[in-house]
């Protein structure tokens, strides 16, 4: 095991949606650790409860409906779950940053990009409006924009969606984050633009030496970026691994459809997508057991009955699943 102690570990996370209709578990046990200078992949597809995991870490969760009603988060060992929305607000864009998927909800429309990078400067770090605008201005030059200082002054609405995209980063950048949370950071943006925002990214994480927590369902951009993987299905993590360890030895069914759904580009035949079969299913009316049995090709009568432990395969990569329970240890 890694004996470097996590910037930040979740132990056991459940965070529960309390609606009219009944109980969503968004997270229902979820526990990792993010390592300094590294990043870690949330993969799954929407609804598994990626961005719930991520959002409880800052508390953004909206309260009512939702709540944090078990687990710890530990950032430098200390629980945020304890905090207070003051203690809170000295930790968001200060020492834990979120870069958002879509910058155009993200920033606010009436405020000039310039005042909104800004605002954690002032705020934070307490520099004067000269300072603030100096930092500011470099740290647009920083993340790729040209003529920064006309920049600047823009709108959100004057510029694309690539460049809003970068003026999201330099905000969430502008404090010099330990940890940053990188909400789907390339949704809705071309392909170019999608490689040049991860560069981006990883260079930042290199120059600044931060953890990076990456929410994403891309799993080109988790082959690119990630040095270790957890894999989310109806709020449970159901693989977990180093990059290698799920791109190479993936154990889990779910996993392993993920894998065959995507484009091959070293194939000379074109061959009709691999489609995983089925719905995930009403997170208002889970089925007892597996959660991916209905859609399981390997499913087996004790997977409607039990829920999977963990199974090792080696001191950090486990699976929940029941093909492999007789023949491993179990957690």
């Known amino acids: 095991m890694d004996n470097r102690q996590p910037i930040l570990e979740i132990k056991d996370l459940k965070t529960y949606f309390y609606t009219d209709d009944g109980v969503v578990k968004g997270c229902d046990g979820v526990s990792y650790k993010v390592y300094e200078g590294e990043t870690l992949a949330l993969v799954g597809e929407s609804g598994s409860g990626k961005s719930v995991s991520a959002m409880s870490i800052l508390q953004l969760i909206p309260s009512p409906p939702g709540k944090i009603v078990e687990g710890e988060i530990l950032y430098n060992g200390d629980n945020l779950v304890n905090y207070s929305e003051?203690?809170?607000e000295k930790i968001r864009g200060n020492d834990i940053a979120v870069i958002f998927q879509e910058p155009m909800t993200s920033l606010n429309p009436v405020l000039?990009?310039?005042y909104q990078?800004?605002?954690?400067l002032r705020l934070h770090q307490k520099l004067s409006k000269n300072k603030a605008k100096e930092r500011a201005v470099e740290l647009l030059k920083l993340v790729g924009i040209p003529s920064p200082e006309k920049r600047f002054k823009e709108y959100p609405y004057q510029m694309s969606g690539g460049m809003r995209q970068r003026v999201v980063i330099a905000i969430a950048l502008a404090c010099n984050p330990?940890?940053?949370i990188a909400d789907e950071p390339t949704t809705a943006l071309d392909v170019t633009i999608q490689a040049q925002i991860i560069n981006l990214v990883e260079e930042m994480q290199e120059k600044l030496g931060m953890a990076i927590l990456m929410i994403t369902h891309d799993l080109g951009v988790v082959a690119e970026t990630a040095n270790k993987v957890a894999v989310m299905?109806?709020?449970?993590?159901?693989?977990?691994g180093r990059v290698d360890d799920i791109f190479y030895d993936?154990?889990?069914p779910y996993l392993q459809g993920l894998k065959k759904s995507m484009p091959r580009l070293d194939s000379e035949k074109v061959e009709e997508l691999y489609v995983i079969e089925g719905m995930v299913p009403n997170p208002l009316n889970l089925p007892v057991g597996c959660k991916f049995a209905d859609r399981c090709e390997y499913v087996m009568e004790i997977c409607r009955k039990k829920e999977p432990e963990a199974v090792y395969f080696g001191k950090e990569h486990y699976a929940r699943c029941f093909l492999y329970s007789d023949s491993n240890e179990s957690e």
């Open 86 to 88: 003051k203690q809170m």
């Open 112 to 114: 000039t990009a310039g």
């Open 117 to 120: 990078i800004m605002e954690p």
């Open 178 to 180: 330990k940890l940053l």
């Open 233 to 240: 299905y109806c709020g449970k993590i159901v693989e977990y």
């Open 250 to 252: 993936s154990k889990h």
